[in-house]
């Protein structure tokens, strides 16, 4: 339960436009296989632009970056492409379910784009992280059909689809009412639990982050406690 | 993998459908257009060409009436090392006739660049009628020859083109000459050669060429016709008629037998430089029209993806947060305006086609071409060759700037941005 899936070593970002804000400075922490870490702070005091860089959709900072211990800096774009398939798992505070295709299809495609599996198996996949988060019947609706609490447990099966190392979530609850809330929370713990799923949430709910393992608290770029 | 982009290339693609159709209709009426333009330019062109193309000669062999290259002065010994002047050379009256037509035949007979040939004697006579003297030419020819290579047998319109092979001592006039002489098929004319032979000829048949000044002046006879006219022997010809299977050889072939036979060989492109340059024209155009209804096409189809893509930043976004690198959403909207262009390129070489049959059957009727019922329409398939790679060209072009900008946008500012 020790193995290190996700390192961040001395990572620092900087806005030049107009004038040199310094927005990270001497993040360094890790992640252990297992770990329900949660990052919380202010408005404003990174904790996204942080998410963003460990996502590696965010490629402007200085300092290291090892997820399943490769660096990536220096590597190149598709070749990100592929890390985010393959490793990271993503969910927003908007659900972002394309409306043309229909609920399992929506969950099936970062699968598809891996090609490990074939269609049929991708499907059956799919159909067992929506049974496992209670929305199976939805299966077949159209993503602009259900609910908001609904969309967002279809954008967590999406998420877990390619089996990933980490789950990363920007305030996955941010959108939702306080029930809807609870069962995205309830969702989170039993993966983390059950399934010794790693999970990065960024969140501004104090009550959230008090039941995760482990909580980051971040204020003007810099961690303050961990 | 591609299976998948091309999935969701579709879904987007259906999503949108009538703006995609209204971008494949853009396409579809421009490939059409440019089909149609072409095939109706081109069938005008080779109407045109055919008017005279098809009844000239690729190569004429013949004898000019020209001064010799060879003075006698020249080819003396004693004054071989000077510079001689000799001033007014004129011509000499020699024969314009062709030497050694036999050896000539058979050497036509044994190449294989040769389609065929026909024989052919000209002459400059007067028909006299009543008090009346009108200059003419008169032709004798082979008519199976003529009507096979020169399709003689369209342009007689009135009587039978093989009656001047099978009635002795008989002429057909040209429509305009005819007109003059006021001579009806069974009508007797008289000729008279510039030698001073005078000739009785019946008229078998009126011609139509299509070119006004050419009915004229122009009559056929046969070939023995016109010797007995000329009051030469049997193997007195002034042209040959040469027609090869590659026109484009002629110029080639001509310096040739000039050389071999020791007489004028003229190809066609010489004697007709200025149709080349009509016909070449006219393509031209033809071309840069169609090119600018594409590319007015290809503009719609930029907007319609450009609109596309910032409705869809969201769809493009979370593609590229799950994995989806640049390359595979340039690749998604690449195949979007390549599958606009197939079906727009598709339809429209179908909609080409249908108007060229329509253009093709509209009735055209015009009294100096005789052989023209209707429009002439060209259907190579080139044109829709060419008219199905330009869609593809274009939408592939107007697709590539979205494309990539598409594949350049930030996931991180969407999802932010929310």
């Known amino acids: 339960m020790s193995e290190i899936i996700l390192s961040a070593k001395d990572i620092q970002k900087s806005f030049h436009d107009p004038v040199d804000v310094k927005i990270l400075s001497d993040i360094t922490f890790e992640i252990k296989k297992g770990e329900f870490v949660s990052v919380i702070g202010k408005s404003g005091c990174g904790k996204s632009t942080l998410l963003y860089i460990l996502s590696t959709m965010d490629t402007e900072y200085q300092g290291d970056l090892f997820i399943n211990g490769q660096l990536m800096r220096n590597k190149k774009e598709s070749e990100l492409a592929i890390v985010r398939n393959q490793y990271i798992g993503f969910v927003f505070q908007f659900h972002y379910l394309l409306n043309e295709f229909n609920v399992i299809e929506n969950v099936m495609l970062p699968g598809l784009k891996l090609n490990k599996y074939s269609r049929e198996e991708v499907e059956h996949r799919a159909m067992e992280k929506l049974k496992m988060l209670g929305i199976a019947n939805e299966a077949f609706k159209k993503a602009n059909q259900l609910s908001g609490g609904q969309k967002q447990r279809v954008s967590i099966a999406r998420s877990l689809i390619n089996d990933p190392l980490i789950i990363m979530g920007d305030e996955p609850t941010g959108n939702l009412d306080n029930k809807n809330s609870l069962i995205v929370f309830d969702i989170f713990k039993e993966l983390a639990e059950v399934y010794h799923q790693t999970l990065l949430i960024v969140t501004h709910d104090q009550s959230f982050a008090a039941n995760t393992s482990r909580i980051i608290e971040m204020e003007d770029g810099r961690i303050i406690r961990q | ?418």
């Open chain 2, 1 to 418: 993998m591609s299976n998948l982009l091309i999935k969701i290339a579709k879904e987007l693609l259906l999503a949108r459908w009538r703006q995609t159709l209204v971008a494949a209709i853009g396409v579809t009426f421009s490939i059409s257009m440019f089909v149609t333009l072409l095939s109706f330019m081109n069938g005008l062109n080779d109407l045109l060409d055919g008017l005279i193309l098809n009844r000239t000669a690729h190569v004429r062999i013949y004898n000019e009436v020209k001064p010799s290259k060879k003075q006698v002065i020249n080819l003396s010994n004693q004054y071989k090392d000077g510079y001689n002047f000799i001033n007014s050379i004129k011509s000499s009256s020699s024969r314009q006739s062709i030497y050694n037509t036999v050896a000539i035949f058979e050497t036509l007979n044994n190449d294989p660049r040769i389609l065929g040939y026909a024989p052919k004697i000209n002459a400059q006579v007067f028909f006299t009628y009543g008090t009346l003297a009108i200059t003419g030419s008169i032709n004798g020819i082979e008519v199976a020859a003529e009507s096979k290579l020169f399709s003689f047998k369209d342009y007689v319109t009135a009587g039978k083109a093989i009656d001047l092979k099978n009635v002795p001592n008989s002429i057909i006039l040209g429509k305009g000459l005819a007109e003059k002489l006021m001579a009806n098929i069974g009508d007797v004319v008289q000729i008279n050669t510039t030698d001073g032979n005078l000739m009785p000829l019946k008229v078998v048949g009126v011609f139509q060429s299509g070119l006004k000044d050419l009915d004229l002046v122009q009559s056929y006879t046969s070939i023995a016709t016109a010797q007995k006219l000329m009051g030469k022997s049997n193997n007195y010809l002034t042209d040959i008629q040469v027609k090869l299977k590659d026109i484009n050889q002629a110029p080639k072939i001509a310096k040739e037998y000039a050389l071999l036979f020791d007489c004028d060989a003229e190809d066609i492109q010489t004697a007709n430089s200025q149709f080349e340059t009509g016909s070449t024209v006219r393509t031209i155009i033809s071309y840069a029209v169609g090119v600018v209804l594409l590319i007015v096409a290809g503009f719609g189809i930029f907007n319609i993806l450009n609109m596309l893509i910032y409705e869809k930043m969201d769809t493009i976004a979370i593609l590229k947060a799950t994995g989806f690198s640049g390359m595979d959403v340039k690749k998604i909207f690449i195949y979007i305006a390549l599958s606009i262009g197939i079906f727009g390129g598709l339809f429209g070489i179908i909609f080409g086609l249908g108007f060229s049959v329509i253009i093709d059957n509209i009735p055209f009727n015009t009294p100096s071409l005789p052989t023209i019922k209707t429009f002439p329409i060209n259907y190579k398939s080139t044109y829709y060759i060419i008219g199905i790679i330009f869609s593809l060209v274009t939408t592939y072009m107007a697709g590539f700037f979205p494309a990539r900008k598409a594949s350049k946008i930030d996931p991180v500012t969407i999802i932010r941005g929310k």
